[in-house]
């Protein structure tokens, strides 16, 4: 037994050596001071957490912010939405990326702080599939409703084919290929179903659905990727970035006009140009009523509170942000996402000079 | 090997009494009280994540009741029962228990009683090695080279049992290559080390009068390790059993990778499931109100039960370790 408690007190010791690390990553933030005394050159640190789907795409703007503010140093770790979005409440972050606005339910955690939403981009989610020989394959909202409630089992099911006429269809079977973990991907492509077929979908809109048994889950949108890519037969919901690097055959999807239009950042940005935008800046861009805009786009936002305590934090948030929703736009098409169409934009950019200490 | 000691069992049992404190030099005494503090702040610690967490999931315990073991775990409809996952925990810990049982036992034996000390040594390493291997290497090669080679055995076997009675049930379709029996079988490998290290610690207490007495009766060596060295450890083996079953009830990320995260109770072996540490490490991220409050509740549950687990275990173990000391 004598070994059992040496070692517990070399666990307490690194328990104790975890915990004064992560209290100094805290207080580290945001120490630095302004040292122009102008916007011109700031520097300290910003930490940001949240959205694995804008993760490539902030890792991509802090490389090219660099050049911009040499002083500055951003860090985005991913971790969800949920977590950005408690990690701002918290006070652990100074802004937080999330797909989707604040829920009702976690409207009390920010204690009536006023929190500000800055849309970053869009993005369309693609309907990959892997069926050897079809290419151009159409699908319908209330198709891909059936498919993913396990109602359509095989590929040359009457309703497929009736919308891909002269396309051969093998009679292999559907295989699901769904997120292990939850997510904002998740949630939007749900949303888009509960909004396009509320008669024919079933499961709900959540980060988490319970997908018919026999669905293979794998983790994050690379994951869902691999399954697809690895699955003769199988369909699943992947970001188009992901989509792309995997190499992936993806559908054209009806959108609410009737067209059936394939995924791509122009498609998404159409998709944007004519979504309801709230006083909030917040919107949903699945479902758009615009003819060239892909149905399945989503966006994501990042989250700041209007009052900073300190004005070095607010000017670098300002620098950033505006950065994100400036010239970092240009870094988007490469990546996969969809710029930001002028009409949310430049009321993002008119929002930047609410952020103050 | 201990690399794997839990927590719970680190609570300072023997601290001397204090009257003696008082006789001793400024270092002991020193020593004596770091010693203590550091012993006091691992209880302290579990005791604040006991008290916390709980707090935190009171909403799921007090919304949801005794629906908190419903069948039903639907974020999207509201509903959170922790049944499947309760279920998929019990399975897989089953299934890497009748998989690594046999195997550590086997090597445990094999190192104590079969091959020489100089060859023993080099197998140990090798056991041990296998403990050293992070659990997310075990998951991501679960799923990425195990679960796609093993998943046309699984078709096979399920296609050919298919309409059986019982085998029909366990391994019939729908059978998948991320499903409890991968799960199980790669929870199997992470428990094999600390199966069979503490199997070859209470194994090697045996003491050598009895086993030369068992030879001077003329007993072969598997009887000799049946009458002599079985009785001696059995309670010790058990007691090791369970300390891997608390290990892998508990193991997180590769269960996440390779147990194909679907909240069904089902018969199934092949096919998809989940379990506690699962659901935690996939869902917490997103979730909110109830739901987060549900998955913290998960993890109340699970602590509970590792340390009901590893009680028993460590109770078992002490047990058959002070009955050898006198015999």
Redesign the interface.
């Known amino acids: 037994?004598q070994?059992?408690?040496v070692?517990?007190?070399a666990?307490?010791?690194v328990?104790?050596a975890a915990m004064a690390l992560s209290l100094a990553a805290c207080s580290s933030s945001s120490t630095g001071t302004s040292s122009g005394g102008s916007s011109s050159s700031l520097s300290g640190t910003l930490n940001a957490s949240g959205s694995t789907f804008q993760l490539p795409f902030q890792q991509a703007a802090i490389q090219a912010f660099k050049s911009v503010q040499s002083g500055m140093t951003v860090n985005y770790g991913g971790?969800?939405?949920?977590?950005g979005r408690s990690d701002l409440a918290s006070g652990v972050v100074q802004f937080a990326g999330s797909d989707s606005p604040i829920?009702s339910?976690?409207v009390a955690n920010f204690k009536g702080k006023t929190v500000l939403y800055f849309p970053v981009f869009l993005g369309p989610i693609t309907m990959s599939y892997n069926l050897s020989g079809v290419k151009n394959l159409k699908l319908d909202p209330a198709v891909i409703a059936d498919i993913f409630q396990a109602k359509i089992k095989t590929w040359n099911d009457p309703a497929i084919k009736a919308i891909n006429p002269g396309v051969n269809l093998p009679s292999t079977p559907i295989s699901l290929a769904v997120r292990?973990?939850?997510?904002?991907t998740t949630?939007n492509f749900?949303l888009f179903l509960m909004t396009a077929e509320p008669s024919i979908w079933k499961?709900?809109?959540?980060?988490?659905?319970?997908?018919p048994?026999?669905?293979?889950?794998g983790?994050g949108n690379g994951g869902v990727a691999?399954i697809v890519k690895?699955t003769p037969g199988a369909i699943g919901y992947v970001d188009y970035a992901d989509a792309k690097a995997s190499g992936l055959t993806f559908a054209s999807v009806k959108n609410s006009a009737g067209n059936y239009i394939a995924p791509s950042p122009s498609s998404a940005s159409a998709a944007g140009t004519t979504v309801t935008l709230k006083p909030d800046l917040t919107f949903a861009a699945v479902w758009s009523s615009s003819p060239q805009a892909y149905p399945i786009t989503y966006q994501s936002w990042d989250l700041v509170y209007q009052k900073q305590s300190s004005a070095n934090t607010a000017k670098m948030l300002k620098a950033y942000i505006g950065y994100l929703i400036g010239d970092g736009q240009k870094l988007l098409t490469s990546l996969g996402y969809a710029p930001l169409p002028s009409n949310i934009d430049s009321k993002a950019k008119a929002q930047l000079s609410k952020i103050g200490s | 090997m201990s690399a794997v000691q839990q927590a719970d069992q680190a609570a300072p049992g023997s601290v001397p009494a204090g009257g003696l404190i008082g006789h001793r030099g400024l270092g002991d005494r020193s020593f004596q009280w770091l010693a203590l503090a550091a012993g006091l702040l691992v209880l302290l610690i579990l005791v604040l994540i006991a008290v916390t967490t709980t707090q935190q999931a009171s909403s799921w315990f007090t919304t949801e009741g005794l629906g908190i073991f419903g069948t039903v775990w639907d974020p999207a409809a509201n509903k959170f029962g922790a049944l499947p996952f309760i279920y998929g925990t019990a399975v897989t810990g089953v299934i890497a228990l009748v998989m690594a049982v046999p195997v550590s036992v086997g090597i445990a034996l094999l190192l104590t009683e079969v091959v020489p000390f100089r060859i023993a040594r080099p197998i140990v390493y090798v056991v041990d090695l296998l403990a050293v291997v992070p659990s997310v290497v075990w998951g991501l090669w679960g799923i990425l080279v195990f679960a796609t080679w093993i998943q046309h055995i699984y078709a096979s076997i399920g296609s050919a049992v298919n309409g059986i009675p019982v085998l029909g049930a366990l391994f019939g379709p729908p059978t998948s290559g991320a499903s409890f029996f991968t799960a199980g079988i790669i929870l199997a490998f992470m428990i094999t080390p600390i199966v069979t290290s503490l199997s070859r610690e209470v194994i090697a207490t045996v003491p050598t009068i009895d086993r030369e007495g068992a030879y001077a009766l003329g007993s072969t060596r598997w009887e000799m390790i049946r009458g002599v060295v079985w009785p001696h450890s059995q309670g010790g083996v058990v007691g090791a059993v369970l300390l891997g079953l608390g290990r892998a009830m508990g193991e997180t990320i590769a269960a996440a990778l390779v147990i194909g995260s679907s909240p069904t109770i089902t018969s199934h072996l092949f096919s998809t499931g989940y379990n506690m540490p699962a659901v935690i490490a996939n869902q917490f991220g997103e979730s909110t109100g109830v739901w987060r409050a549900g998955l913290m509740g998960l993890g109340v549950l699970l602590f509970a039960f590792t340390i009901i687990v590893n009680v028993i275990a460590r109770g078992i173990v002490n047990r058959s370790a002070r009955r050898m000391r006198g015999a």
């Open positions: 037994m070994r059992v408690r070692r517990g007190v666990a307490a010791g328990a104790l971790g969800g939405s949920g977590k829920p339910d976690e292990s973990d939850s997510s904002g949630a749900s499961l709900g809109s959540s980060s988490t659905i319970n997908w048994s026999g669905a293979h889950a983790n691999q690895s």
